[in-house]
């Protein structure tokens, strides 16, 4: 049995139409993280809507469907990920209103992939936390001004509390760190029990 990459729960989609292309580069991730291929744009669609896809390694010219076309559709459902495009498509000026974080030209060695796949998981880490941190103290106020049997007839706290579960489970699941969350826990509840003194 193999043993665990470093981030062996980090979600990777390898895009392109070129297959011994997309099977290179995932074959350059194995061991580093959890990698899936598609071998054009609706395959792709097809796949971050079927699972939790964190990153995509998007090929930008493919027939059918282009890179540019995927990055339009994936904004438009809001997709909540990164994107690096991974291209022999030089940048030109035209890549001002493209949505991707990151843009590598063909050829990528392993290290270089690598290191750029795992500055944005970091970077999703983290704004992952950030909301988290804002959907927690939302219901942090909630709790602390409402009863149990409002809250319980609420729609919209419901889905507060769905929220703050998958949020937690996200960057539980993307920090190299997990204290994060701890001490975040233990400062809401310093400050909770210094309201009640307080009263």
């Given amino acids: 049995m193999a043993e665990p990459g470093p981030h062996e729960?980090?979600?990777v989609l390898v895009v392109d139409d070129e297959r011994?292309?997309?099977?290179?580069?995932?074959?350059?991730?194995?061991?580093?993280?959890?990698?899936?291929?598609?071998?054009?744009g609706q395959d792709a669609l097809s796949v971050i809507?079927?699972?939790?896809?964190?990153?995509?390694?998007?090929d930008r010219h493919m027939p059918d469907m282009s890179g540019d076309e995927v990055l339009a559709e994936l904004d438009d459902r809001e997709y909540y990920g990164r994107v690096i495009m991974v291209t022999a498509v030089d940048p030109d000026f035209d890549v001002l209103e493209l949505p991707f974080d990151e843009y590598l030209c063909k050829p990528v060695e392993r290290e270089e992939l690598q290191a750029v796949i795992d500055q944005q998981?970091?970077?999703?880490?983290?704004?992952t936390?950030?909301?988290?941190?804002?959907?927690?103290?939302?219901?942090?106020?909630?709790?602390?001004?409402?009863?149990?049997?409002?809250?319980?007839?609420?729609?919209?706290?419901?889905?507060?509390?769905?929220?703050?579960?998958?949020?937690?489970?996200?960057?539980?699941?993307?920090?190299?760190?997990?204290?994060?969350?701890?001490q975040f826990h233990r400062?809401?509840?310093?400050?909770?029990?210094?309201?009640?003194?307080?009263?």
């Fill in 9 to 11: 729960n980090l979600q």
């Fill in 20 to 40: 011994e292309v997309a099977d290179a580069y995932a074959l350059r991730l194995r061991g580093f993280c959890a990698v899936e291929t598609a071998y054009s």
């Fill in 129 to 182: 936390l950030g909301e988290y941190f804002s959907v927690e103290s939302k219901r942090a106020v909630i709790e602390a001004q409402t009863s149990d049997e409002r809250r319980q007839n609420h729609d919209g706290y419901a889905d507060l509390v769905d929220r703050s579960k998958q949020l937690h489970e996200r960057a539980t699941r993307l920090l190299d760190d997990e204290n994060v969350l701890e």
């Fill in 49 to 58: 809507d079927g699972s939790e896809v964190d990153i995509v390694l998007l």
């Fill in 187 to 199: 400062i809401g509840r310093e400050r909770s029990d210094r309201s009640a003194t307080n009263r």
């Fill in 121 to 127: 998981r970091r970077v999703l880490a983290f704004d």
